[in-house]
């Protein structure tokens, strides 16, 4: 049987955006390592984090991946967005639950197209709390420069409507933190950049009153025991043994929860804000989509159309 999710810290959804290559998937690996140390965190290798063909072969992340750490005061669900432009409509499904992101900027790059872009997404879909991880500090031919491009960011993020002045920037270099080398830009830059996310992300409120609402961000099958649908729980609470149904795409389908785990933990009641996979009864997985919602049944009237002003 699966370990059992023990809910003993505050838990929150926290991810990396950023431009392509400045280091998200290093980083996100680094803060594993690092906290490995002291059994916050299993350590996830670089190539286990990018784990589909496609993105190992490109060296880049397509979808967005989950990692799961504690620190001393809070568990964290971490999303590794992808930064490549044609991918943005997968980093949108990672970042909309997200309660707080990690903005991850090459010190010798600055900011760059998709250092705007990600930022103006988050922005849109609700992200409210950021801190800034200023990666490849270790590369920068003069340590002036560092000052600078931190002044550029937090006006870009100014600029995106976030608290630009008040921000935490740590600058270091996330691939010392993997190799074990110049602990000060390393190791160190890497629990510092902890320490700002638990400070500076508050705990979000969560709406555990309301009926459940489960938006589907993917669909597995399971041979011999049914179809998964993962996503984050976005209000209410979901209950083993609980009947649901299924909306969207025109469907409109029900079943019985017969299992709940969150980080291949099992779990007898997930919370709004959970990363949870919960496996449906009698559903085959072509019945199910990305994009459908799970709900409590009779709570929602899907809609086929709607008036907007853009």
């Known amino acids: 049987a699966k370990a059992a999710f023990v809910r003993d810290k505050p838990h929150l959804n926290v991810g990396t955006i950023g431009h392509v290559d400045h280091g998200k998937t290093t980083l996100t690996a680094a803060i594993t390592r690092v906290l490995s140390a002291g059994g916050g965190a299993q350590f996830r290798p670089y190539e286990d984090i990018d784990s ?71 922005r849109q879909v609700g992200v409210r709390h950021v801190v800034v991880y200023l990666n490849k500090a270790d590369a920068v031919p003069d ?36 190799q074990d080398r110049e602990p000060e830009l390393g190791l160190q830059s890497v629990l510092k950049l902890l320490e700002a996310v638990d400070s500076h992300i508050p ?24 179809t998964v649908v993962t996503g984050t729980l976005e ?33 007898e009641c997930a919370e709004a804000g959970d990363n949870l996979g919960a496996l449906l009864r009698g559903l085959k997985r072509e019945d199910v989509r990305r994009g459908m919602v799970v709900a409590q049944p009779g709570t929602l009237q899907p809609q086929q159309k709607v008036e907007a002003q853009v």
């Open 203 to 226: 705990q979000p409120p969560r709406d555990l009153e309301r009926p459940c609402l489960l938006p589907i961000e993917a669909v597995h099958s399971i041979p011999g025991r049914g």
């Open 52 to 122: 589909a063909p496609e993105e190992k072969a490109r060296g880049i992340t397509i979808n967005a991946a989950h990692v799961e750490y504690s620190t001393p005061k809070r568990h964290y669900a971490h999303t590794d967005c992808p930064g490549h432009a044609d991918y943005v409509k997968n980093m949108i499904t990672g970042t909309a639950p997200l309660d707080g992101v990690i903005l991850v900027v090459a010190a010798t790059d600055g900011q760059m197209p998709q250092t705007r872009e990600h930022l103006l997404l988050a």
């Open 143 to 178: 340590p002036e420069l560092l000052p600078l491009v931190e002044l550029e960011v937090r006006e870009l993020l100014t600029e995106f409507g976030f608290d630009g002045e008040n921000t935490p920037v740590v600058a270091g270099s996330a691939l010392c933190a993997l």
């Open 235 to 267: 209000r209410g609470t979901l209950r083993k043994g609980d009947e649901v149904e299924l909306l969207g795409y025109g469907r409109q389908l029900r079943s019985v929860v017969t299992g709940i785990e969150m980080f291949h933990k099992s779990l």
